[in-house]
């Protein structure tokens, strides 16, 4: 019988299964259980992928714990990236420029790896899109977050000169201190800026539906024609700046693909294979929403 990548075969778990899951708290709105159990069926790989509710009180204890009961790894998710790069024994170049973690690898000698994998997964969304960055080009991010921080980051490693404008200015000051090199522009003044830039990114939960302002959607009227739109918020799946943009001929890319490939980082650590993140994978996370 031939299986689709649609409908995968059975999940496998035997006494051998690899174990890894996602910690947050909540969790309940994770689409990580669904994607990686996905992957695991799709590749064959005897595991499995769990939600781990944990309060950030016994966010310690619990990551120790797996790691004793034989997991490979987690997920970390709100509010325990920052506690994740506490804990984590060796951290990975892009761990330390986020300053936070939101992937922990428990390697066989016994050191608890931290990676932070949004940044990158970001610039993959961005290259499956053919729509790469290109070097020396600039890119303005709305928003001072750790999203904001992960993307600055990742997009710097790759030569682009970053610009962030925030609603809270002083925010934007400390990340652009912890990232020198980064620009800072004012909150009120970045849309009459928007032509010196060759990448507009929202890493706010502006645009997010029940966020704090689902119909965001600023004057893109100073884009120069060549601007890309992206945003990492997925649902909607068009926001309405992406929709905006789309009606000014802009390109644009959704924050569907930098959830997906961010994961691809970790699943590969723990299940020891590089997951494809392709439109089966998309429609059966959507599916899953
Ligand atoms: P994350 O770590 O996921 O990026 P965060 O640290 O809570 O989340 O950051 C959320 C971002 O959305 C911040 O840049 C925030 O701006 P402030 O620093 O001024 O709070 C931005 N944000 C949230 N609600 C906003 C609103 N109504 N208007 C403008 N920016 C908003």
Redesign the pocket.
């Known amino acids: 019988m031939t299986t689709s990548p649609t409908t995968p075969p059975p999940q496998i778990i035997t006494g051998k299964a690899r174990l890894a899951g996602v910690m947050g708290w909540p969790v309940e709105h994770s689409r990580s259980p669904a994607l990686h159990n996905y992957w695991l069926r799709r590749y064959g790989v005897d595991g499995a992928y769990v939600p781990l509710p944990t309060a950030p009180e016994d966010f310690v204890a619990a990551v120790l714990g797996l790691q004793a009961a034989g997991f490979k790894g987690v997920n970390v998710t ?1 509010p325990h ?1 920052e506690a994740a790069y506490k804990l984590a024994d060796v951290l990975d170049a892009s761990a330390r420029r986020a300053g ?1 973690v939101n992937t922990l690898v428990f390697r066989e000698d016994g050191k608890i790896l931290g990676l932070s994998t949004d940044g990158s997964g970001f610039v993959a969304s961005l290259e499956a899109s053919s729509l790469p960055p290109r070097p020396q080009t600039r890119a303005l991010l ?8 992960s993307v600055a980051a990742a997009l710097q490693d790759r030569g682009i000169k970053v610009a962030i404008t ?3 200015q002083e ?2 000051v400390t990340l652009a201190a912890a990232l020198p090199g980064t620009d800072v522009l004012a ?1 009120s003044e970045w849309e009459q800026q928007l032509g010196e830039f060759a990448l507009l990114v929202n ?4 645009g997010m539906a029940g ?3 689902p119909l ?1 959607c600023p004057s893109l009227a100073q884009a120069a024609e060549d601007l890309v739109v992206a945003d990492i918020v997925y649902a909607p799946l068009v926001t309405p700046l992406l929709a905006a943009a789309t009606r000014q001929g802009l390109r644009t890319v959704g924050g569907l693909g930098m959830l997906l490939h961010q994961a691809r980082f970790g699943f590969k650590e723990w299940f020891g294979v590089d997951p494809q993140v392709d439109a089966a994978t998309q429609d059966h996370v959507l599916n899953s929403l």
């Not at 709305?142 to 921080?149: E, K």
């Not at 890493?203 to 502006?206: F, G, I, P, R, V």
């Open positions: 709100i990236k936070a709305l928003g001072a977050g750790g999203a904001a921080r925030n609603r809270t925010r934007a909150w890493t706010t939960s502006l966020g704090p302002d965001f």
